[in-house]
């Protein structure tokens, strides 16, 4: 079952994009920014943590800089009903960063993310293809990311 989308107003996405921008500024900063006030902010910071929409707080990591250098996104067809068994697979190789389920034609994208193109070869070939339930994979190789979010 699908999440209900939350009700968000102005002010909302206001402190949103500050938190989304700098997760580690206080709620003083972020309430000046918002225009409201700090107890305002603070409750609407609860409120959105309380209903979901915050998940949670992480640093956004530059993958080169961490020595990621080789990307990949890598697409999956996969047998029929096999997506909830495949999901916790995929979700534990630490090479795969982002797990998408679509449409069209292929059933999962994934970003995987490796030190070097021979680790990138390892996960696809040694990892991905050969589980059970993979019909076929096809592989993109990322020359320059560009987070678009900031």
Same mark, same amino acid.
């Given at each position: 079952? *699908?999440p209900?989308?939350v !009700?968000?107003?102005?002010?909302? %996405? ?8 700098? +997760?580690?500024?206080?709620? !003083? ?6 225009? @409201? ?26 993958? @080169? ?8 996104? @890598?697409?999956?067809?996969?047998? *029929? ?18 797990? +998408?389920?679509? +449409?069209?034609?292929?059933d ?5 993310? +490796? ?21 076929? !994979?096809?592989?993109?190789? @990322?020359? %320059? ?6």
């Amino acid at each position: 079952m *699908q999440p209900h989308p939350v !009700t968000l107003d102005a002010t909302d %996405e206001r402190i949103l994009a500050e938190l989304s921008r700098d +997760g580690r500024q206080s709620v !003083t900063a972020i309430a000046q920014k918002a225009h @409201v006030s700090r107890a305002h902010a603070y409750s609407r910071i609860n409120r959105l943590q309380d209903e979901g929409v915050i998940t949670r707080y992480t640093a956004v990591i530059d993958p @080169v800089k961490a020595g990621l250098t080789a990307s990949a996104y @890598v697409t999956l067809k996969l047998r *029929q009903h096999s997506w909830r068994e495949m999901r916790e697979r995929l979700a534990a190789i630490k090479q795969v960063h982002h797990i +998408g389920l679509v +449409g069209g034609n292929f059933d999962v994208i994934l970003l995987v993310r +490796g030190r070097d193109n021979a680790e990138l070869r390892q996960v696809i070939f040694d990892q991905l293809q050969s589980m059970p339930g993979v019909l076929d !994979t096809q592989t993109f190789l @990322v020359f %320059e990311d560009v987070d678009t979010r900031y």
